[in-house]
């Protein structure tokens, strides 16, 4: 029983000289490098250049979180004022001198973090990268549907980072990063740094439009013969219902970004008051963007988590089906459900229904916690960094989870509404969700990117550091957030001290976390072990071709034969049947037969 | 039969749990919406770590009993149980409707405030709150947190209020922790909240240095103090947009009234002055020279600026004036333009009050005594002789 059944290939094309060596081989000179790379239509290059930028903004990002936290190390203004600010101060606010401009300079990083992290990181991270690199080999495609389009993205994601980069360095935008109106129609009027950054928002989102618009291509057209739609692997379910959304609500983002644009710079009356607006407005428009989009975040890492529970448990996923139709699921009730970011603005009737429509999301993402646990019930299961931040997921992620309950029940969400709990809440799911869901997928197919393996222990070490960090960081927010701590203060009462202090602590502890992970991965490109085609034994098609893929992907065009977790009656390509022994199979007939 | 579930009696009695309830909400809930709000919190606290403790203890469980054995292939086992995933679907759903029925009662009682309220209009401006009771006035207290004064409202317990909230710029939120209630502040529309707060405990009575002349009769009376915060973001000093509530016996209230309407009567400018400006200035301008949002007033008047267009001008009663109505005309280099006009928000002899309050704390103000007063005797008036007054007095140089 093979992976794939080469005997009904279609002939071996003639070969294209160097379509048959690795994504990554040179071309020679630098510059010829740099210029292949630059001009490349490959979607792996793409993913693997997407990749690296993610992660430098995820630094970047980080390190105005780590200033956001030793700014609140004490009640009063210790950062901006005297201690640390004054180099990156002098970037962002060369006028903040005193200490009250200290707040501004507060308002300035905690919006840069907050920019950054969502348009930049989270909402990019899993699609643009490994969905990039993985989409299409994991339906056996030689590339995406559109390969120059999809170059066309990644040039028009990086113009919008430039344009954000530079709105910080003409010295930063004071309006949090959901860019409310009338303050952010009003606030540094003098200055063309809002409408920049506004502006790059704006241009991030076509990057965000075409990439959907090709994997929803992608997947429907060029899927290799045998792979029906219940065949293809939950990776690719998850990255599709990401890409519908993204079609769909991107644009709304991009035409309210655009009104905010026109009110700013020719005071067109539509959200200001004093003009004739209604503030409101915004917050629907904006919302009925930004919720889906939290989707956008956390589908992907659902994806990823689907993929590493099975190959590292050697199980197939419980009810795929159900987990394959949450996708859609969670993707269609996410258009429906932005008014309970405003419970606390709008009448009561809106708020019955969308808190209503708001449980109802609930239920699937339930669901799919249940199916996950399940899966590994009588698998048989590795530890390892993969593996450790699956579990890492379904740990916070369950936490994020069920804090989402009070904020969806009206009467204690008009408490906690704005406070540090839905801060803590939302990082449960982001960060506890999506980043460590991209972590452990980077884990996962790094020695399929770079034909490399990574340092395992290391690796589990960082892993364990982040874990305890992420916890100590964002669980006293939940706890001051309940007892009365507003979100985005510079300065706050004493009464919460103590757990903005450890929450600090645990932010260090994350930093250190993060930076040994990225020692571990350089590490793992300059002096890593050779990786064998298929380290983990995986099924789905990218285990069948080479570590690293070579530039068509695959020798033949693949056939598929079996199903993505079939790992009770298939040895994985590359592997032993010896290695990898199956169990009897007249007792998987019998259990598959007696259900 | 959501009455039967809440009355289900371990979920009730842990829910009030003492520990987790301090852990969590920390204050005491002060009205009887929020009392209800505590419990829903406790109550959905409860079904989560429930719920939390079963998955994860049955992930440890299989991770650690399904760990991987070289050579060992996994057990074989269903993919799917169709009646497991229908049951595992319907209970999570039976807990969200109780959530979603139970989280809505509470809410239309803290939404509809009874007919009987009695209304107080709030206003926020960038970057503190005013109060206006009943009748006209606005209260003039403020409490002393060492690095910083807050302004303080007296407020009766017993009774339902009505709160009118509405900006004067951008978007705030009224957040009231201790009441567990919330509202967005829109510059374009009303938006109301209401609570009816419960009696101090009496463990905290009001003391000598908590109140000012006149209000001597609230000595001994109990309190409690609640923050209220600004929750929506409004820029710069978005953190500084505090207040405290401070809960007094309806008859305590009643008292404070009548002194608070005395006060206002006659009170002599430069208190009037400090009040507002404790009030309504304190959150931008410092009077110890400290840089804040704006200039600090300390020996501002009568001091030379230097404004943003480059141009200079002394601070007299005109800029005063100026600064107060059309705050961007002159702004003083090195400071933001970020003052929003206070017309119709001051009266004439509250303005007055903070000209004669600037004066006061100036070094560069050499004229008489501005806290004298019309009917001061001569005597009283300051022995230096005046002699840079009349610079003081001029016109700024430019425009």
């Known amino acids: 029983m093979s992976t794939i059944d080469t005997s009904r290939a279609k002939p071996h094309e003639p070969s294209h000289g160097h379509h048959d060596e690795s994504y990554l081989a040179s071309r020679g000179s630098l510059f010829s490098n740099i210029w292949d790379w630059a001009t490349t239509v490959d ?19 980080g390190l105005a979180a780590i200033l956001v936290r030793l700014e609140l190390f004490e009640p009063t203004r210790i950062v901006g004022g005297k201690v640390v600010g004054s180099l990156f101060q002098s970037l962002t606010a060369p006028e903040a001198t005193s200490t009250a401009a200290g707040n501004n300079w507060y308002n ?6 907050g920019a950054i992290m969502v348009f930049m990181v989270i909402v990019p991270s899993v699609p643009a990268s490994l969905g990039n690199f993985f989409l299409p080999i994991q339906i056996g495609a030689k590339d995406v549907a559109f390969p120059r389009l999809n170059l066309l993205s990644w040039y028009i994601y990086v113009i919008g980072s430039i344009f954000a980069v530079l709105s910080i360095i003409l010295g930063g935008v004071d309006t949090g990063w959901t860019f409310y109106t009338p303050y952010s129609t009003l606030t540094d009027l003098g200055f063309s740094r809002g409408a920049i950054l506004v502006f790059a928002v704006f241009v991030l989102g076509f990057s965000s439009i075409l990439t959907g618009l090709n994997f929803v291509v992608t997947v429907h057209k060029l899927r290799a013969p045998g792979m029906g739609w219940f065949d293809m692997p939950l990776f690719i379910w998850g990255v599709y219902s990401t890409a519908i959304i993204q079609v769909l609500a991107t644009p709304v983002i991009g035409i309210t970004l655009l009104l905010l644009c026109m009110e700013r710079l020719f005071r067109i009356g539509i959200f200001d008051p004093s003009l004739g607006g209604d503030p409101v407005l915004y917050q629907h428009f904006f919302w009925f963007y930004s919720h889906p989009v939290v989707y956008v975040m956390i589908l992907p890492g659902m994806a990823i988590i689907s993929e590493l529970i099975a190959v590292h448990s050697r199980k197939r996923i419980f009810g795929y089906r159900a987990v394959a139709f949450a996708s859609l699921g969670i993707a269609a009730v996410s258009f429906l459900v932005w008014g309970h970011h405003m419970f606390t603005g709008m009448g009561e009737m809106a708020s019955f229904i969308f808190s209503g429509l708001t449980f109802l999301v609930a239920i699937p993402t339930a669901v799919k916690v249940f199916n996950w646990i399940a899966t590994l019930y009588k698998g048989s299961i590795a530890i390892n960094t993969p593996m450790l931040y699956a579990l890492i997921f379904l740990f916070l992620f369950t936490i994020g989870g069920l804090t989402g309950l009070p904020l969806a029940t009206l009467a204690t969400d008009v408490h906690l509404h704005d406070s540090y709990f839905v801060v803590a809440h939302f990082h449960y799911v982001m960060m506890g969700g999506t980043i460590m869901a991209f972590v452990g997928g980077i884990h996962h197919w790094w020695p399929k990117m770079f034909g490399k393996m990574y340092a395992e222990k290391p690796a589990m070490l960082a892993a364990i550091l982040v874990f305890i ?30 757990y903005h202090q ?37 099924l789905t098609l990218e285990w069948s071709t080479d570590s690293p893929p070579i530039a068509h992907n695959f020798h033949h065009e693949p056939i598929v034969t079996h199903g993505p977790y079939d790992y009770d009656s298939v040895v994985p390509p590359h592997w032993d049947p010896k290695d990898y022994p199956l169990p009897d199979q007249k007792q998987v007939a019998q259990v598959h037969a007696g259900h | 039969m959501i009455d039967t579930i809440l009355s289900i009696p371990t979920l009730t009695t842990l829910a009030e749990a003492d520990f987790f309830k301090r852990l969590w909400l920390r204050s005491d809930a002060a009205s009887e919406a929020a009392t209800h709000t505590d419990f829903m919190f406790m109550a959905i606290w409860w079904i989560c770590v429930t719920w939390f403790v079963f998955l994860m203890v049955l992930m440890a469980y299989f991770v650690v009993r399904y760990r991987r054995v070289q050579g060992k292939p996994a057990e074989p086992s269903n993919a799917h149980n169709t009646t497991l995933e229908i049951v595992w679907t319907i209970i999570p759903t039976l807990f969200f409707v109780w959530m979603f029925f139970a989280g809505f009662k509470g809410y239309i009682a803290k939404q509809i405030a009874p007919g009987d309220a009695e209304e107080i209009i709030v206003n926020a401006k960038k970057w503190n709150w005013t109060v206006t009771y009943p009748g006209g006035y606005t209260s003039f207290d403020t409490k002393d947190l060492g690095a910083k004064t807050q302004p303080v409202f007296y407020i009766p317990a017993g009774r339902p209020l009505k709160f009118r909230l509405l900006s004067a710029d951008v978007m705030h939120a009224f957040w009231v922790p201790d009441m567990r209630i919330k509202s967005d502040v829109f510059p374009n529309r009303y938006t109301y909240v209401w609570f009816d707060a419960n009696e101090p405990s009496g463990k905290e009575t009001i003391t000598r240095d908590m109140v000012q002349k006149g209000f001597e009769d609230l000595i001994g009376a109990p309190y409690a103090d609640h923050w209220l915060f600004c929750a929506e973001y409004c820029g710069d000093d978005h953190s500084e947009m505090a207040a405290i509530f401070r809960v007094v016996p309806e008859p305590v209230y009643k008292k404070w009234l009548v002194a608070l309407d005395k006060a206002s009567q006659n009170m002599p400018p430069c208190e009037l002055g400090e009040r507002t400006y404790r009030m309504q200035c304190a959150a931008c301008h410092s009077v110890d020279g400290s840089k804040n949002t704006g200039p600090s007033w300390k020996d501002m008047f009568g001091r030379t600026e230097t404004f943003t267009d480059g141009s200079t001008g002394v601070v007299d009663e005109n800029y005063v004036l100026e600064s107060i109505m059309t705050p961007a005309a002159k702004v003083v280099q090195g400071f933001p333009n970020s003052m929003n006009s206070f017309a119709g928000q001051l009266s004439d002899k509250q303005i007055n009050g903070l000209i004669a309050y600037m004066k006061k704390i100036s070094a560069n103000y050499k004229g008489p005594d501005p806290c004298a007063g019309a009917v001061a005797p001569e005597g009283e008036a300051p022995a230096t002789p005046s002699t840079e007054a009349p610079k003081a007095e001029s016109t700024p140089a430019a425009h």
Not at chain 1, 469 to 496: E, K
Not at chain 1, 505 to 520: D, N, Q, R, T
């Open chain 1, 502 to 538: 450890l929450s600090t602590f645990g932010s260090f502890l994350l930093l250190v976390g993060f930076l040994l992970h990225a020692f571990v991965l350089v590490h793992s490109l300059v002096a890593g072990k050779k990786a064998p085609p298929n380290p983990w034994g995986g």
């Open chain 1, 43 to 61: 979607h792996k290059k793409i993913g693997v250049m997407y990749l690296f930028a993610v992660l430098v903004l995820f630094f970047i990002g």
């Open chain 1, 469 to 498: 960090g992420f916890n100590l960081t964002f669980i006293p927010q939940f706890l001051m957030g309940a007892q009365g701590m507003p979100r985005r203060y510079a300065s706050y009462v004493d009464a919460f001290h103590i």
């Open chain 1, 108 to 113: 300035r990083t905690f919006t840069l973090h």
